[in-house]
């Protein structure tokens, strides 16, 4: 018997989903945490060194350093970062894991050449730099999973623009729309989301290095050129506001906490609609759940760990913001360093609910019969027959709303079988097929309704824009790293001590 063979549930759950709710297969000794949760020592040195990396290449092309002393700590930077920084992981931070590694490179080099690093920086100006660097992946997942959702809801918004189904208010069938019309519905509301989140790419795009610990430097430093070998578009603006604000991690946060509010409204209506009690969509083997004790069940748990995800950036938002709260406007740790704590994990949630929920609407199967058998069991039609009191036989509204409301009351056996043969014994002749569900939605054509064309040519393009941004930063950031690589080995270069003599 297989273990992923529950003799109810056949296949087992679909990698995509089993990374992110389990985490990866562990590596022999490994832990098996998803990586990225908590960053390791090595990957926030890895980023530190990186930095350094663009740095002791400026000062040396400026001629602030000398060419040994750039060579000497680049090649001792290369060596560590090729042992992935081996050395200083069980190694004390007592100061910090940056002190940790410069009192590393102090040890190897000397003083006197190790302690070039601190030329034209501070640790303010880097701390501030390194937080980008840790921004890019969370943000570009994110934006990802964002742009594939919204694909998702328009191809089904598209598909299933026909499949009339109740619209609800209060748990409680209203009138009838289309399955298609509410997913266009939920696209719509996931552009508004998505928008903000993408304008936040271009703060992304402006290295704080150069700015020192708030007043600048009058070495003179090239910060557009470290800016360039490092993937931003543009160099230091302003050294105190480059040291001082946060302002983007809070931003991320918002935006992703106002997007999470949507997912988990989506994800509300997803988890009753899977239920046997509305049968509206059934999912396959691969996106749900077993239970160990009951043998019946089939539990679309992603959805709920979609929506417990969904939540995690408005926790972090209201912890970033109280930490920062009545902060000086300088460089301080309460908002730096406390105040940014959370918003990788943040953000890698909300990236994940997003998916989880991309990988259900991919893969729900909806029941077309099932949810117009429910729009005409909830008289969803009563408020068309309404609307045909008044604007065919002369009924105001308020006077239509009530005959209509008492007839059901007085029949009890719905429109088709107890008002409509009331209201024919009054003289008002009006036809079961006319208040059919599917007659209803195409006449609903006014008001931007489900019988309107669906309103997604401007989401469209505006995906089509955040598509091109997205690949753009991606190139810009591979193309960097190249770039910083290339410069490196320039100059460190056996012959560049022969080419700077010849120049």
């Not at 098996?32 to 960053?39: K, Q």
């Not at 937080?131 to 570009?140: D, G, S, T």
């Amino acid at each position: 018997m297989s273990v992923d063979d529950t003799g109810r549930i056949h296949r087992p759950l679909t990698p995509t989903a089993r990374r992110i709710v389990f985490g990866p297969a562990p590596h022999p000794g490994g832990s098996g945490v998803s990586p990225g949760i908590f960053p390791t020592r090595a990957e926030e040195l890895s980023r530190l060194s990186e930095v350094d990396r663009a740095h002791l290449v400026m000062l040396a092309e400026q001629g602030i350093i000398g060419l040994e002393a750039a060579t000497a700590l680049l090649s001792e930077i290369a060596r560590l970062r090729a042992l992935d920084f081996a050395p200083l992981r069980e190694r004390e931070a007592r100061r910090g894991l940056h002190l940790l590694y410069e009192d590393w490179l102090v040890s190897r080099l000397g003083v006197q050449t190790a302690g070039v690093l601190r030329t034209g920086r501070s640790r303010n100006d880097v701390n501030a730099t390194v937080l980008l660097l840790r921004l890019r992946a969370p943000y570009q997942r994110l934006m990802l999973e964002g742009l594939r959702l919204q694909a998702v809801l328009l191809a089904r918004a598209r598909r299933h623009r026909s499949m009339v189904m109740p619209a609800y208010t209060h748990y409680q069938a209203a009138v009838p729309i289309t399955f298609g019309h509410y997913l266009a519905g939920v696209a719509l509301a996931l552009d508004r989301d998505l928008e903000p989140l993408a304008r936040l790419g271009a703060d992304l795009g402006r290295c704080p290095l150069g700015a020192g610990a708030g007043g600048g430097t009058a070495v003179p430093i090239d910060p557009e050129r470290t800016a360039t070998l490092l993937g931003f578009e543009a160099g230091v603006v302003h050294s105190v506001d480059a040291v001082a604000s946060r302002d983007l991690v809070l931003r991320l946060l918002s935006g992703a906490a106002v997007l999470g509010v949507t997912l988990s409204r989506l994800t509300a209506d997803l988890l009753l609609w899977t239920t046997a009690e509305f049968g509206f969509l059934v999912l396959p083997d691969e996106l749900v759940g077993s239970s160990s004790h009951m043998p019946q069940k089939r539990n679309p748990f992603l959805l709920e760990h979609a929506k417990g995800r969904a939540a995690a950036p408005l926790g972090a938002f209201v912890a970033a913001a109280t930490s920062m709260h009545a902060t000086p406007f300088a460089n301080s740790v309460a908002v730096g360093t406390e105040g940014c704590s959370e918003v990788v994990a943040a953000l890698g949630a909300v990236a994940d609910a997003v998916a989880l929920l991309r990988l259900v609407l991919s893969g729900a199967r909806p029941r077309p019969d099932v949810m117009l058998a429910q729009a005409i069991a909830g008289q969803t039609s009563a408020t068309a027959l309404a609307d045909r009191l008044v604007t065919r036989h002369g009924l105001s509204f308020r006077e239509a709303h009530h005959l209509v409301g008492s007839l059901l009351t007085e029949a009890g056996d719905g429109l088709e079988a107890g008002v409509l043969p009331r209201l024919r014994q009054a003289g008002i002749e009006i036809t079961a097929g006319a208040l059919h569900p599917t007659r209803v939605v195409s006449a609903a054509c006014h008001g931007a309704g489900p019988g309107a064309a669906l309103p997604l040519e401007g989401v469209r393009h505006r995906r089509g824009a955040w598509v091109s941004e997205h690949q753009s930063r991606h190139r810009r950031w591979s193309e960097s790293a190249a770039a910083l690589d290339t410069a490196v080995s320039h100059l460190t270069s056996p012959t560049m001590p022969e080419i700077l003599a010849r120049s």
